[in-house]
């Protein structure tokens, strides 16, 4: 089992940036593939990014490609996602995953989630 925590949201003008974390609990964290998704009211959750178990590759949304960075630290159980140039849209919620078979951009790939934590960008 692993337990996943998001922290970091919040309102953020337009262009500016956030850092979200992810802590997990248990001792298993880095056998993990990480990824983060977002969803929208309305909408359903969206793949944003992925990383591999050491933190060697990573995957994007063509939408956040060259804006956000996924990172993580194993030593602290935790994984990252720094978000530049924050674009004005709806408020997002943003959810963290842990999957043990494969770096994925699927949801059903993914086995535990957490809460999210919104992020709100203004205009």
């Known amino acids: 089992q692993v337990q996943l925590v998001e922290s970091g949201g919040g309102l953020v003008q337009a262009g500016g940036s956030l850092r979200l974390s992810c802590a997990a609990s248990?001792?298993?964290?880095?056998?993990?593939?990480m990824g983060w998704f977002r969803q929208a009211p309305g909408k359903e959750r969206a793949f944003v990014a992925a990383v591999t178990r050491a933190g060697g590759n990573t995957a994007y949304a063509d939408s956040v490609k060259g804006r956000f960075t996924i990172s993580r630290d194993n030593a602290k159980n935790t994984v990252y996602l720094r978000m530049n140039s924050l674009k004005p849209e709806k408020p997002d919620v943003y959810y963290c995953?842990?999957?043990?078979?494969?770096?994925?951009?699927?949801?059903?790939?993914?086995?535990?989630w957490g809460q999210g934590t919104q992020v709100t960008v203004s205009s």
């Open positions: 995953a842990a999957g043990a078979i494969r770096n994925s951009n699927l949801e059903h790939d993914y086995e535990y």
């Open positions: 248990g001792r298993t964290f880095s056998s993990y593939f």
